[in-house]
């Protein structure tokens, strides 16, 4: 009785927590002729930063892919990364996108406005390169 009591307490204590956090996820969406990208962003007073992925459409083999974060200027930061000699199997890549420490509600409005210049070659040696532009939708 006692613990179940105390967990319950722990529980309801967790709830508050989390829900008092003033954390607000907000979803962006895009899509070129061949990538397609989700990100989440976790905005609040103690954590500002994006998580997601970038998923390769195309059904020629990649050989290798790198893209650029192109964010507003504003925010005086930039990223980028690289992934080479990739297994024919891997099509699905991880993102996380850093955020200023900038008020929420101005990282609200500035989101919108970051996108993703991905260029990639093929096992066949060509070349491409696509920017996916988001739409944000706030939960």
Not at 96 to 109: A, E, G, W
Not at 113 to 132: M, P, S
Request: proline letters at 2%; aromatic letters at 10%; charged letters at 25%.
């Amino acid at each position: 009785m006692v613990k179940s009591r105390f967990n319950l307490i722990l529980f309801i204590t967790i709830m508050l927590l989390t829900g008092c956090s003033g954390q607000q996820i907000t979803k962006a969406e895009g899509s070129s002729n061949t990538w397609e990208s989700t990100i989440n962003y976790e905005l609040g007073e103690h954590e500002k930063i994006g998580n997601g992925t970038l998923e390769y459409l195309g059904s020629d083999q990649l050989r290798n892919f790198s893209y650029e974060i192109n964010y507003p200027k504003s925010f005086r930061i930039g990223a980028s990364g690289e992934h080479r000699d990739l297994d024919e199997s891997f099509t699905s890549f991880p993102l996380i996108i850093d955020l200023p420490d900038f008020d929420v509600d101005k990282l609200r409005d500035e989101i919108s406005n970051i996108t993703i210049t991905v260029a990639w070659e093929t096992v066949t040696g060509e070349l491409f390169e696509e920017e996916i532009e988001y739409t944000v939708e706030s939960k």
